[in-house]
Nanobody, 115 residues
Framework: QVRLVERGGDLVQAGGSLRLSCAAS????????MAWYRQAPGKQRELVAT???????NYADSVKGRFSIFRDNAKNTMYLQMTSLKPEDTAVYYC?????????WGQGTQVTVSS
């Protein structure tokens, strides 16, 4: 059974930092491209950051310079380090794993940034 479990969401003040994690099980983690998405109330889910199986990364313009995505294949875990958080970063953050055939999603973790 494939599971992606996000942790680390919290209520934080603007300017603060959080680190999200996504622990994967049931997949050959190192072979998957991974991503973080987020969905704010009343808005569509949007891509935040991606990291490929060979560690290439990409970021949405809105988070460049503030967020960092990385992975630890030995722990089957992906992370999102978020700094200089803004109220507009408030959303449910979802972990995504994708291969040539399969796409998996986590259940999400809530990040709330107060002004």
């Amino acid at each position: 059974q494939v599971r992606l479990v996000e942790r680390g969401g919290d209520l934080v003040q603007a300017g603060g930092s959080l680190r999200l994690s996504c622990a994967a099980s049931g997949i050959s983690f190192s072979f998957y491209d991974m991503a973080w998405y987020r969905q704010a109330p009343g808005k569509q889910r949007e891509l935040v950051a991606t990291i490929t199986a060979d560690d290439s990364t990409n970021y949405a313009d809105s988070v460049k310079g503030r967020f960092s995505i990385f992975r630890d294949n030995a722990k089957n875990t992906m992370y999102l380090q978020m700094t200089s958080l803004k109220p507009e970063d408030t959303a449910v953050y979802y972990c995504n794993a994708i291969s040539h055939i399969y796409v998996y999603w986590g259940q999400g973790t809530q990040v709330t940034v107060s002004s």
